[in-house]
């Protein structure tokens, strides 16, 4: 099975502010790698799929990059409505992993 | 736009059956795969199985034998079981859509729509 990290596993960081998380893969999982973002409550939405396609309907403040086992999620100018937890999942292989989460929280 | 309505019996005493069922409106379940992924309380998310167009499932082997993913096209439902549940088993559980692109020599699968959650309690 493929292991997912996340780091870090919370931060705090203010309105306006650039939040960078990273995930890390146990093994390479080429650019299979999705990002949700979960709001208290409800259930995950979709943000990142292939590492950097943005869904459909999430702002552009948001991005991915990387590829094989280091990946990273990026929010520009942090918004008051993006204070959630954040989730990574390699979409590769069987069983589908998620990390762990990174609580992102109002400084 | 597709949307997804999730039931099933809420609290369970230990070593009785979870069964959860998951319709879908707005798209037919034939030609996609379908998920089902919990969260226990507090903690992250953990992926259960899917059910392929084919009907064929695959499901996290850490649920050993305990899980059945099904389907039923005429009623365009999927279904969850899980039997001999445990405290463990508290949590509450999404199905979801699955949708696949390729990339580069992968395919990547991802869930783009979930159901609302249903919290299921183990406790005697």
């Known amino acids: 099975d493929i292991q997912m990290t996340q780091s870090p596993s919370s931060l705090s960081a203010s309105v306006g502010d650039r939040v960078t998380i990273t995930c890390r893969a146990s093994q390479s999982v080429g650019r299979c790698l999705n990002w949700y973002q979960q709001k208290p409550g409800k259930a995950p939405n979709l943000l990142i799929y292939?590492?950097?396609s943005l869904q459909g309907g999430v702002p552009s403040r948001f991005s991915g990059s990387g590829s094989g086992t280091d990946f990273t999620l990026t929010i520009n100018s942090l918004q008051p409505e993006d204070f959630a937890t954040y989730y990574c999942q390699q979409g590769y292989s069987t069983p589908r992993s998620f990390g762990q989460g990174t609580k992102v929280e109002i400084k | 736009q597709v949307q997804l309505q999730q039931w099933g019996a809420g609290l369970l005493k230990p070593s009785e059956t979870l069964s959860l069922t998951c319709a879908v409106y707005g798209e037919s379940l034939s030609g996609r795969s379908w998920s089902w992924i919990r969260q226990p309380p507090g903690k992250g998310l953990e992926w259960i199985g899917e059910i392929n167009p084919r009907g064929s499932t695959t499901h996290n082997p850490s649920l050993k034998s305990r899980v059945t993913i099904s389907s039923d096209t005429s009623k365009n439902q999927f279904s969850l079981r899980l039997t001999s549940v445990t405290a463990a088993d508290t949590a509450v559980y999404y199905c979801?859509?699955?949708?696949?692109?390729?990339?580069?020599?992968?395919?990547?699968?991802?869930?783009?729509?979930w159901g609302t959650g249903t919290t299921v309690t183990v406790s005697s």
């Open positions: 979801a859509r699955v949708r696949w692109v390729q990339v580069v020599l992968s395919t990547n699968y991802y869930t783009d729509v």
């Open positions: 292939a590492a950097s």
